[in-house]
DNA sequence: TATTAGCACTCATAGATGTTGAGTGCTAAC
DNA sequence: GTTAGCACTCAACATCTATGAGTGCTAATA
């Protein structure tokens, strides 16, 4: 059978009335609507060849229908192809508001992304989540130690723009300035500009044997130090509106939901979702990706679709913007924030950087 | 009328098969437990008299019995007067669980107390939140200005005994070395060994008047640091275990529900829980606090409980840890519970400390 | 006087039953 | 190919009826 210009459609109405209403929509509401003049009728006969090729399909027998994952997925691949045309026109629009109270407190980089989160959960009313970049691709900017007091080194390592990793390190005496003057050299010279996930053992080795007879004692310090940029590399992830999937009544019921809001607690699964880039053909320049249904990379999550974006704080360190909803969910809308909200990520750092 | 031994068992008993149960206590049900001998009849008329004293009440009238506040109240006051007794014999109970997977990571006191959050989550099947310690008592320990680039400064100031603060600080150009190490001394002279809230407009005129006639350049320096010291005063919260209260029935229609996840989820309302240190004669000696239904300072939480205990991370320096459950909750284990974990914080930190 | 047995009464809960209305599929007419 | 018409299905809602746990009260008992 073939999808012809009339089912689809006829498809497009049955999800666009769905996505607003939330229940089976039924031949009547579809023949009644303006465009095509057809009478529920037909419609029937058109709704039951959409079902039988998979696009929708019937809660019960005497329900109407509702779109299946395929049917979203035709629904949204359709709507990405059209916004790709239309990008040239996709001009700036709502930008104020969000822009100012992200940019309120842009200081520190986690107050940020958190800040971004609860802002997009806010004006979409669906869970949103961040995660902090990839710093694999950054280079190490600055590193020092200082002596705290006779027992505590403190190691400070800038990496990338703006990213500052602390580690306090024991030690068992107090290291004699010219020695800590030599060693910060020895640092710098050594990892500054040099990229996080170029430091290997190997490098480590290189290090300890350069620090000569004081390998022995520093080596801990090394440890520390390499410690600290590792962890850097470990991404953050930020939520809010974890309970705006408790609005949704397709999800609401009490177990399920339980699930969900743990899963968004328990941040760790959420990594999953940034793990596979373009790992198939939908993303588009925006790198927005659209998870449906079964797609989701997360089984807790196979009743929701996910929407991500990704942003770029500098050349080469990425990380995502993620929306979760409903597979109901305003896909339009949601693609729109996203797109202009990286838009305005961008603009952001970009000035940063200057 | 008075509450005589009687009654104050069969209250007892009522609230504690209540606590089991959740479900409302029959007089049947109390007369056939052992202990006292009375017929469901005598038990009736008893009950009578106990919910005219306001101790328990009835949801409708052919139903049995729940514990009013009120009830709680007795009940968990007279336990925690048990417990201050036997007090003695509380030696080292269940630790060591616990133990070591709080002491895995323990370099990041954020980190630590996030994993104490999610620990005590899992062992009391409540919601938790811990909140990080009140540095107003601190000293400040180190500071440090380096040169990142031309046009950055970091600012690296230890508070306390572990705590970092880092602020990047934007300069128009770059401080000639011997200035940057003026500065140093400066604010090291200045500010080392000064608790946090003794920094004051006035001292930062003092210092700024100190810094001669660098001080208008450098202005912003002492403005951004002092920013960082106050930022540390920003008690932080970490909370565990939301999900959790769904799993209570009593307060798991979804709305409710939804409305006490959010609270979670903003933390800042929990701060209240904090503001009031001893304000009436609940606190024992371990700073275990009981608030129960409308004693809750947050009025979302008005059909919760709220425990609350102090740690200490080191003299004057203390933050609480908190347990949100539902009013029928093990209040006996929870107290248990948040004595051996503080127990255990202590000498986590005593042996940090050394 | 305190306790208890007995009884009528209440009411949430759960199941059974009926009603409604939205929606379908199919057939026959256009 | 489209549509009107009709019989059919089924979730949702309301109504009704046990059922049983639990009560309060009264009168008998120790």
């Given at each position: 059978m073939e999808l012809d210009e009339r089912k689809r459609k006829i498809l497009q109405a049955i999800i666009k009335t769905y996505l607003e209403t939330g229940e089976p929509v039924g031949s009547r509401t579809i023949s009644k609507m303006e465009g095509l003049n057809l009478s529920s009728a037909t419609i029937r006969n058109e709704m039951a060849d959409l079902e039988e090729m998979g696009y929708i399909l019937q809660p019960h027998t005497s329900a109407g229908r509702i779109p299946s994952d395929a049917g979203y997925r035709l629904y949204v691949d359709q709507m990405m192809a059209e916004k790709a045309l239309e990008r040239e026109e996709h001009a700036l629009t709502v930008k104020d508001e969000e822009h100012e109270k992200l940019l309120a407190k842009v200081d520190r980089l986690e107050t940020l992304l958190q800040q971004v989160a609860k802002v997009l959960a806010y004006n979409t009313n669906y869970a949103t989540m961040v995660t902090g970049p990839?710093?694999?691709?950054?280079?190490?900017?600055f590193v020092q130690l200082s002596q705290v007091d006779d027992e505590q080194l403190l190691a400070v390592i800038v990496v990338g723009s703006n990213v500052i990793k602390n580690k306090m390190i024991d030690v068992e005496e107090r290291i004699p300035n010219e020695e800590l003057l030599k060693l910060n050299v020895l640092l710098n010279t050594f990892l500054t500009g040099v990229s996080v996930k170029e430091i290997d053992l190997e490098l480590v080795q290189t290090m300890k044997q350069q620090a000569g007879v004081y390998a022995d004692i520093l080596e801990h310090i090394f440890d520390g130090i390499i410690d600290a940029v590792r962890s850097a590399t470990e991404t953050e992830v930020y939520t809010s509106g974890a309970t705006n999937i408790l609005k949704y009544p397709e999800l609401g019921d009490i177990n399920r939901a339980g699930e969900l809001l743990e899963v968004l607690e328990e941040k760790k699964a959420l990594n999953h979702l940034i793990a596979d880039e373009n790992e198939d053909g939908t993303t588009n320049q925006y790198g927005i990706q659209v998870y449906i249904g079964d797609e989701t990379p997360v089984e807790t999550l196979n009743d929701c679709s996910i929407v991500t974006a990704t942003y770029e704080?500098?050349?080469?360190v990425r990380g995502k913007i993620g929306i979760i909803g409903p597979k109901r969910m305003d896909y339009d809308k949601v693609v729109t924030t996203l797109r202009n909200l990286t838009d305005e990520l961008d603009t952001i750092f970009k000035n940063k950087k200057t």
């Open positions: 990839d710093y694999k691709n950054t280079n190490v900017k704080l500098e050349e080469g």
